[in-house]
């Protein structure tokens, strides 16, 4: 219990440190307290100390005592942590294990059961209830380094944010990487995501998620996560002259490429584990294709789609991806998703409605859009293409019955993925000669995938 107030002794002991404290009396300390490994620290306001038993935190190799050094404490809890050169720790909590070393400041100004997300004009609000709702929490374990500000945030176990990254009104869950200068704000960030070189705001983001290199999500929900954000994506175009009040809510598994510009409103939770390509500029759309390839086309503000392309022609990276989700999070499993009932019902739809479209026509044009073929967005399809997209969508269908039976991959499966990789090997040959010398066969993975 963490109740009673310093005795002379140990007072006279911190002075003696280089502490200093407006108010000796404010400070209550477990029954077992010591003034050890406290030096040059600042104390105000009312404070708990656990006491520090001397342990090692570890961070880039250098080993951390617990204790608190040349730090401002203000009006928190400290727990078995290593602070160290923290210029401000306020209204704060520090879990035990947690490191806190060369930080601005560590504040907390407002109650946070609920932060803002989707459109920047405060229309949705997630609700979380803590132990701690007036303090930003720093979990057990974390690590938080080398930043200069962390604000009314709550930071679950063994998170990181280093290196010049920016959290506000954030939410993060266990094992969330937030490094390189990325900027998190008013968002929620789901388990084992990783974020760097980018900038969140206003957003629920599921876990597994990575965004990276100095690209741009705002007003994204983002539940089920798993996806990818590439180097330059402009995922943000939330603003309609008027005011902020436009979202997007990208599917599972999704992947937005280099440089792509993804205009608000958009929806693409019917459509997952889709592809937007390099550079390319998706206008305000509902999709309901999953597994779709979606690239540059020819006619006038819309892009060429072509649905199942992911699951037939990348089973390589999608299973790749699934195969990193289990060992990111050590949870096996991530394989149960991909073959899931909702995944199924967004692919039956989309193999039906384009079953519908011939059978409906005695006649095909060359290229059609959503006017005939509900659920393709602001994209165009090649007539030419969909017989091969229900073949590809019916290869999806006959490996999750495969899966969902016997909860392993057929062999087929396996013999796909075989291919892609082959394809890539061969592609990556004719370009180096020493191709293969850098890219040899993940046995792990293969491993994987076969169990």
């Known amino acids: 219990m963490i109740g009673r107030p310093l005795m002379q002794k140990e007072i006279d002991e911190l002075v003696a440190a280089g502490n200093t404290c407006n108010n000796w009396n404010n400070i209550r300390v477990a029954q077992d307290f010591t003034t050890k490994n406290i030096a040059k620290s600042k104390f105000t306001g009312k404070i708990k100390l656990h006491g520090f038993s001397g342990k090692t935190c570890t961070y880039n190799g250098v080993e951390f005592q617990t204790g608190i050094f040349n730090s401002w404490i203000n009006q928190s809890v400290i727990e078995d942590a290593c602070i160290y050169d923290v210029k401000l720790f306020s209204n704060s909590v520090a879990c035990d294990d947690a490191l806190i070393f060369n930080v601005g400041s560590i504040i907390c100004d407002k109650e946070m059961s609920h932060i803002n997300v989707g459109t920047e004009m405060g229309h949705r609000i997630l609700k979380r209830q803590f132990s701690e709702n007036e303090r930003t929490v720093i979990g057990r374990g974390a690590r938080v380094c080398n930043i200069s500000s962390l604000e009314n945030s709550h930071l679950g176990d063994f998170v990181n944010i280093e290196n010049g990254a920016l959290v506000k009104d954030a939410m993060l869950e266990n094992n969330c990487v937030i490094t390189d ?7 929620f960030i789901g388990s ?7 900038e969140i705001s206003n957003s629920l983001i599921g876990p597994l998620t990575q965004i990276h290199h100095h690209c741009l999500l705002i007003s994204a929900l983002w539940a089920e996560g798993r996806g990818n954000v590439g180097y330059g994506a402009n995922v943000g175009s939330n603003h309609t002259g008027r005011m902020p009040d436009q979202e997007i809510a990208p599917g599972l598994g999704q992947f937005f490429g280099l440089g792509c510009s993804v ?8 459509a997952p584990f889709t592809m937007i390509a390099t550079g390319v500029v998706c206008e305000p ?10 690239k540059s086309g020819e006619a006038p503000g819309l892009n060429e789609i072509v649905p199942g ?3 037939s022609k990348n089973a390589y990276g999608i299973f790749r991806s699934i195969y990193k989700w289990d060992k990111r999070s050590g ?9 899931s009932n909702s995944v199924l019902y967004s692919v039956e739809y989309a193999c039906n409605t384009l079953k519908e479209f011939l059978l409906s026509k005695n006649t095909l044009p060359f290229a059609v859009n959503e006017e005939y073929i509900p659920g393709l967005g602001s994209n165009y ?10 073949e590809a969508y019916g290869t999806y269908v006959e490996d999750c019955n495969f899966y969902k039976k016997n909860k392993k991959l057929s062999i087929a499966v396996i013999s796909r993925i075989e291919e892609n990789l082959k394809r890539d090997n061969e592609r990556g040959q004719k ?11 993940d046995e792990e993975f293969f491993k994987w995938l076969s169990e």
Not at 181 to 187: D, L, M, P, T
Request: glycine share 2%; hydrophobic share 45%; charged share 25%.
């Open 192 to 198: 084992f995501s990783h974020i760097s070189e980018a």
């Open 431 to 441: 370009i180096f000669d020493d191709y293969m010398e850098f890219h040899p066969r």
């Open 181 to 187: 200068n990325a900027i998190v704000k008013s968002s």
């Open 309 to 311: 392309w992911v699951y």
């Open 331 to 339: 949870i096996k499993g991530n394989l149960d998703l991909l073959f």
């Open 285 to 294: 759309q509902r999709l309901k294709f999953p597994f779709s390839l979606i």
């Open 263 to 270: 205009k608000f409103p958009a929806n693409f939770i019917e």
């Open 381 to 390: 399809i090649k007539t030419e293409n969909v017989e091969k997209i229900i």
